[in-house]
């Protein structure tokens, strides 16, 4: 954390968290207990006229009046702590399900994965309550403690960074979730959680032509954080990683420009980098029933393993995309490797973009339209035991290779109930016979992660995993 002495993050709450109300009872006896408290900092450097001027858009003049009355007073404090979005950009935190899966892809990711530094059980669970507290804060468009990124002590370090200052929420959907080293190091188990790591969260095993980096692979922790602002997630990721201080270090991190999927029927088909629709026939959150079966986890077979269910398993790959290779390949073998057009997305045999895929009908040469070795074929249902898979996955480009190309791709997400039936077959499939695979794809980073159950106000990340 910040080291500073009034840092009054929320402790996870007890009985129900709301709107930091700990925290802000935290930070009015902060105030009246010392001269130099939150609360008086900013009647010694002034209150910003934006400030006061972005509360008059949320809550009128009176709001901006009562503020200025209370100016010595800890609403400077909830001042801070108040949104400055409107309602509509505003994803719930608390729910049933994570937010950040069947939510409708926002255009914008920052993924990141942490390793745990500390071995201490207590200092992991006062980790995951204090990122509940900031996650939940960010998710509203709040800053991250009681006193913000400008209602601190002046002599300290802010609460919050500050750069997502006026950007409102965003739509900003934090996805957390547990990778099997945050159970096991050196054959041991870690947090006091023997028994406790699912048996569906196993080792990737090694995938044909994989090309992992350990730098970019793996991680005791990740964070998925999506929103409509590339600097909204980013501040996320960047808070997050900064009240871990000291107990996290961030092991690799992701960039996504673009979403390449739909989870809604509301949402337009976006295209990857290759220049095709992706996401056309993925599941979406109108499929409720095919969520059950595909995605939502189930209690598994051990009581130990129990707290996973109604989460789910992300599968991350960061996929390099041979690109300069692809803009030199014909339209005809484009639209051949994937199996439908590239214009409208409509698979080969014959349609439009959502007509259902026909692998039986042949063409003149005999040849099936779809062909045997094309990437829709290879990830359809029927040719993998019925599994289906909801993916979230984003485009990226990490500049160049040095070599004159770019490092650019698919950083491939996909929520699954159990990678060892809804992943492992499929990949292996795909890298033993997929062209678009063995061709023009290089898998660089890889993650599986057990995303535990949507939060409930008093709760925090995992708290069914701890308890
Ligand atoms: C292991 C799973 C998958 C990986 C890895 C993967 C990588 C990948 N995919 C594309 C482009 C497209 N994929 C499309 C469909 C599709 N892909 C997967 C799975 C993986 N893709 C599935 C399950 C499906 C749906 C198959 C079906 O039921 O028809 C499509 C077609 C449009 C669509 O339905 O989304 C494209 C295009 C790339 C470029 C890529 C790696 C970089
Ligand atoms: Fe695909």
């Known amino acids: 954390m910040t080291g500073c002495p009034f840092n009054h993050e929320p402790e996870a709450p007890d009985g129900g968290s709301g709107p930091s109300a700990v925290g802000l009872a935290g930070a009015a006896a902060g105030s009246a207990g010392s001269a130099a408290g939150p609360a008086s900092e900013p009647a010694k450097?002034?209150?910003?006229?934006?400030g006061l001027l972005s509360l008059?858009?949320?809550?009128?003049?009176?709001?901006?009046?009562?503020?200025?009355?209370?100016?010595?007073?800890?609403d400077a404090v909830a001042a801070?702590?108040?949104?400055?979005?409107a309602p509509s950009s505003v994803v719930p935190f608390y729910g049933e399900r994570q937010a950040g899966i069947v939510t409708p892809a926002q255009d914008r990711l920052h993924m990141a994965a942490f390793d745990v530094t500390v071995e201490d059980r207590a200092?992991?669970?006062?980790?995951?309550?204090?990122?509940?507290a900031a996650a939940e804060a960010m998710t509203a468009g709040r800053t991250t403690g009681a006193t913000g990124a400008v209602d601190g002590p002046y002599d300290a370090p802010p609460e919050d960074t500050g750069e997502a200052l006026d950007l409102g929420a965003g739509n900003l959907t934090l996805t957390f979730g547990f990778g099997p080293s945050f159970f096991e190091k050196d054959g041991k188990a870690r947090f006091g959680l023997e028994?406790?790591?699912?048996?569906?969260?196993?080792?990737l095993p090694h995938f044909p032509g994989d090309a992992l980096q350990p730098e970019r692979t793996g991680g005791d922790l990740v964070v998925q954080a999506c929103a409509d602002d590339p600097q909204v997630a980013v501040h996320a990721i960047r808070n997050l990683a900064r009240i871990g201080f000291g107990n996290v270090r961030v092991r690799w991190s992701q960039l996504g420009f673009g979403r390449t999927s739909?989870?809604?029927?509301?949402?337009?088909?976006?295209?990857?980098?290759?220049?095709f629709k992706d996401g056309t026939a993925n599941l979406k959150s109108e499929d409720t029933s095919l969520l059950d079966d595909h995605v939502w986890a189930t209690a598994g077979t051990r009581p130990g393993e129990a707290w996973m269910s109604g989460g789910s398993y992300l599968v991350s790959r960061r996929i390099r995309m041979l690109i300069e290779i692809w803009d030199r390949t014909s339209l005809r073998e484009q639209e051949g490797l994937i199996g439908r057009t590239k214009g409208a997305g409509a698979p080969l045999s014959g349609g439009e973009e959502f007509s259902v895929p026909d692998f039986g009908i042949k063409g003149r040469d005999g040849e099936p339209l779809i062909a045997l070795d094309s990437h829709v074929r290879l990830a359809h249902a029927d040719q993998n035991n019925g599994v289906k898979m909801l993916r979230r996955g984003y485009n990226y480009t990490d500049g160049s290779d040095g070599v004159g190309h770019l490092d650019a791709g698919l950083f491939f997400i996909a929520f699954v109930k159990d990678p060892r039936t809804h992943y492992v077959p499929m990949q292996m499939a795909m890298a033993k016979s997929d062209r678009l695979a063995l061709e023009y794809l290089k898998h660089t980073g890889s993650g599986l992660f057990a995303v535990p159950p949507g939060f409930k106000p008093g709760g925090f990340i995992g708290d069914g995993l701890f308890t």
């Open 45 to 50: 450097r002034g209150f910003s006229r934006r």
């Open 56 to 74: 008059a858009g949320i809550g009128g003049a009176g709001a901006v009046a009562g503020l200025a009355a209370g100016y010595l007073g800890h």
């Open 80 to 85: 801070s702590a108040a949104p400055a979005t």
């Open 123 to 132: 200092a992991v669970i006062k980790l995951l309550k204090d990122w509940t």
């Open 195 to 203: 028994g406790r790591r699912p048996d569906a969260l196993i080792d």
């Open 262 to 275: 739909s989870t809604s029927r509301a949402q337009a088909t976006p295209r990857n980098l290759f220049g």
